[in-house]
């Protein structure tokens, strides 16, 4: 996958539900400012009250719908989307009717300049809130962070499954580069420091050379059947794609005074396994 795919699609109705209703407040309020700023007219309150038959048609025709799939879907003669597409379409019409009957209401009482003011902090409310509706939109998308590949599975078989919040939905590795751990003998890391050069070889390409350099050095050492051992984590080029998570071999580590042959263990942070074997000439 690159950066960016699209792994998988939440379910976008509740969301959406909140995208139409905000919007649907936006443009009531937007309406009814424009209509405090310049005052009513008879044209006004006439469009207002014809609005609000128009709505309290559509939510009564709506709210029957609902109704009606209601009992429908207890004999599963309708499936549960339709059902549920029907209560959300009567749950925005209920929404736009009520707004239809205030901003009559706001028509016939008229404005003082301090009504005028709320209207504008109601409208930047709404307005933060369909930028919050429209985030968690894009939330339902899964994305993949980085290029690689997809290793926990196949995601054709997660369709249909439920996530808890946080739950993990797929583990990607970017494999063009590893990440391994040395155990080096606490007598020879003296030897070691950051940006050093690192060759490896792992079991099962005997005759291939990999190359690396020292990314980190452990603050502590760690005891082992073998004495004390610090780790030594490494970056390993692997644009061919040779090394897999969990090898095993054994490592170079060029030291600071003279090459310092380092046996390694396992890898760690998904990557790489290396088990502890004795000391290198």
């Known amino acids: 996958?690159?950066?960016?795919?699209?792994?998988?699609?939440?379910?976008?109705?509740?969301?959406?539900?909140?995208?139409?209703?905000?919007?649907?407040?936006?443009?009531?309020?937007?309406?009814?400012?424009?209509?405090?700023?310049?005052?009513?007219?008879?044209?006004?309150?006439?469009?207002?009250?014809q609005k609000?038959?128009?709505?309290?048609?559509?939510?009564?025709?709506?709210?029957?719908?609902?109704?009606?799939?209601?009992?429908?879907?207890?004999?599963?003669?309708?499936?549960?989307?339709?059902?549920?597409?029907?209560?959300?379409?009567?749950?925005?019409?209920?929404?736009?009717?009520?707004?239809?009957?205030?901003?009559?209401?706001?028509?016939l009482s008229g404005t003082r300049p301090e009504e005028i003011d709320a209207i504008k902090a109601e409208i930047g409310l709404k307005k933060a809130e369909l930028d919050y509706h429209t985030q968690q939109l894009e939330y339902t998308k899964l994305v993949s962070p980085i290029a690689g590949r997809v290793v926990s599975g196949s995601l054709s078989y997660a369709v249909g499954n439920y996530?808890?919040?946080?739950?993990?939905?797929a583990t990607i590795e970017d494999t063009r580069h590893m990440v391994g751990e040395i155990r080096v003998p606490e007598a020879d890391i003296s030897e070691v420091s950051v940006d050093a050069g690192v060759r490896l070889k792992v079991w099962t390409y005997p005759d291939r050379e990999f190359h690396g350099s020292v990314e980190s050095i452990a603050p502590n050492a760690e005891e082992t059947p073998y004495g004390k051992v610090i780790r030594v984590k490494t970056k390993i080029d692997n644009k061919q794609g040779l090394l897999k998570s969990e090898m095993t071999g054994y490592a170079k580590i060029i030291g600071t005074r003279q090459p310092a042959a380092l046996a390694f263990t396992r890898m760690l942070v998904r990557f790489f396994t290396i088990e502890l074997w004795s000391w290198l000439p």
């Open 1 to 49: 996958v690159n950066k960016g795919d699209v792994l998988a699609q939440l379910s976008q109705d509740e969301e959406n539900k909140n995208i139409a209703v905000t919007q649907a407040n936006i443009e009531r309020l937007n309406a009814n400012l424009s209509k405090a700023e310049k005052g009513s007219t008879d044209e006004n309150i006439k469009l207002a009250r």
């Open 52 to 107: 609000v038959i128009t709505m309290k048609s559509k939510y009564t025709f709506s709210r029957e719908e609902a109704k009606r799939y209601a009992k429908l879907i207890d004999k599963q003669l309708v499936s549960r989307q339709e059902y549920e597409d029907a209560q959300r379409k009567a749950e925005v019409e209920l929404e736009q009717y009520r707004e239809a009957k205030l901003n009559l209401e706001l028509v």
């Open 163 to 169: 996530l808890e919040r946080g739950e993990l939905f």
